[in-house]
């Protein structure tokens, strides 16, 4: 079962909806395995640009829970200096997410504790960007620097600065010695706007002392026990079920294809006569006929046509 009210076994993806602290806390906690784990084989990721794409991802899943129209998404965009390159995540209203990196197979470790370094990975250089598409006329859309690439921190200061909420942000994948993703999952701590300074030190308590989400997810932990173990007064409010989906469709790249400029497609029709394209999110192959092209390039200049008509 999936959806809003679905609720999970210690196995199963999904996001636990909570507040505690007399309301003053609003809590995301989520358990993200099988979204990791799908990404990291599609892709054939290695363990560091994994752990990266799952930390994105998880955030994202996060705050798309809060959507209220299954339709509406969040995209995140992290454009960082280190070798994994650019990082796309996708989540929408219904727990479906998807993403990618530029470069999957990065493999980089710490020396001196050798836990991976995804923020050498990711880069502490760039931009965090964040689109919310909520069917709206214009999408909001938020832009940071990237503090240390670790991701957490990045989201942290992007809430922080983007969107005036202070919040803790910890994610976590553990990649296990077959890089397989053994446990991923993230916890989302925000402060309401009553609250006061026994609650931030509360909860700036609870940032110091809690041990990785990863390692709490390692243990069996349900994302509704890390919440009960870190704020035993919490009141849950809802149980969303979160899981890999691409979505991708024939008539979706088409309709792509008659976006793209006109002589790209004259030249995919005389010189290729065809193409393939290939979804970045998933590796799904599209092949397009020379006749397919064709009927894109009418269908671009009858859109052109009635532009120029009504200018």
């Given at each position: 079962?999936?959806?809003?009210?679905?609720?999970?076994?210690?196995?199963?993806?999904?996001?636990?909806i909570?507040?505690?602290l007399g309301?003053?806390?609003?809590i995301?906690?989520?358990?993200t395995?099988?979204?990791?784990?799908?990404a990291?084989?599609?892709?054939?990721?290695?363990?560091?640009?994994a752990?990266?794409?799952?930390?994105?991802?998880?955030?994202?899943?996060?705050?798309?829970?809060?959507?209220?129209d299954?339709?509406?998404?969040?995209?995140?965009?992290?454009?960082?200096?280190?070798?994994i390159?650019?990082?796309?995540?996708?989540a929408d209203?219904?727990?479906?997410?998807?993403?990618?990196?530029d470069?999957?197979?990065v493999?980089?470790?710490?020396?001196?504790?050798?836990?991976?370094d995804?923020?050498?990975?990711?880069?502490?250089?760039?931009?965090?960007?964040?689109?919310?598409?909520?069917?709206l006329?214009?999408?909001?859309?938020g832009?940071?620097?990237?503090?240390?690439?670790?991701?957490?921190?990045?989201?942290?200061?992007?809430?922080?600065?983007?969107?005036?909420?202070?919040?803790?942000?910890a994610?976590?994948v553990l990649?296990?010695t077959?890089?397989?993703v053994?446990?991923?999952g993230?916890?989302?701590?925000?402060l309401?706007?009553d609250?006061?300074?026994?609650?931030?030190?509360?909860?700036?308590?609870?940032a110091?002392?809690?041990?990785p989400?990863?390692?709490?997810?390692d243990?069996?932990?349900?994302?509704?026990?890390?919440i009960?173990?870190?704020?035993?007064?919490?009141?849950?409010?809802?149980?969303?079920g979160v899981?890999?989906?691409?979505?991708?469709?024939?008539?979706h790249?088409?309709?792509?294809?008659?976006?793209?400029?006109?002589?790209?497609?004259?030249?995919?029709?005389?010189?290729?006569?065809?193409?393939?394209?290939?979804?970045?999110?998933?590796?799904?192959k599209y092949?397009?006929?020379e006749?397919?092209?064709?009927?894109?390039?009418?269908?671009k200049?009858?859109?052109?046509?009635?532009?120029?008509?009504?200018?």
């Amino acid at each position: 079962m999936k959806g809003a009210d679905a609720v999970s076994d210690n196995r199963t993806d999904e996001i636990v909806i909570a507040e505690a602290l007399g309301g003053r806390v609003r809590i995301h906690a989520a358990r993200t395995t099988a979204l990791a784990e799908s990404a990291r084989k599609l892709h054939d990721m290695y363990p560091t640009s994994a752990a990266a794409l799952g930390r994105v991802m998880t955030v994202d899943a996060l705050m798309a829970s809060d959507l209220k129209d299954p339709n509406a998404r969040i995209v995140t965009s992290i454009h960082g200096d280190g070798p994994i390159g650019n990082i796309i995540s996708q989540a929408d209203g219904r727990g479906n997410v998807r993403g990618f990196a530029d470069n999957p197979q990065v493999y980089l470790y710490r020396n001196r504790d050798g836990k991976l370094d995804v923020g050498m990975g990711v880069g502490h250089s760039g931009t965090l960007t964040v689109v919310k598409d909520l069917g709206l006329r214009e999408p909001f859309t938020g832009v940071v620097q990237l503090q240390t690439g670790e991701i957490g921190d990045d989201f942290a200061y992007y809430f922080a600065l983007s969107e005036q909420t202070p919040s803790v942000v910890a994610v976590g994948v553990l990649v296990d010695t077959d890089y397989s993703v053994r446990a991923a999952g993230g916890l989302l701590l925000q402060l309401m706007p009553d609250a006061d300074e026994e609650t931030i030190e509360a909860v700036e308590q609870i940032a110091h002392t809690m041990k990785p989400v990863s390692a709490y997810i390692d243990e069996g932990k349900t994302p509704e026990d890390i919440i009960r173990l870190l704020l035993p007064d919490a009141v849950i409010l809802q149980h969303r079920g979160v899981q890999w989906h691409c979505g991708c469709s024939r008539e979706h790249y088409l309709d792509a294809l008659s976006m793209i400029q006109k002589e790209e497609l004259e030249q995919m029709i005389h010189e290729d006569h065809g193409c393939e394209v290939t979804c970045q999110y998933c590796g799904k192959k599209y092949a397009f006929t020379e006749e397919e092209l064709k009927e894109a390039l009418a269908k671009k200049s009858h859109v052109e046509d009635r532009q120029h008509g009504n200018s």
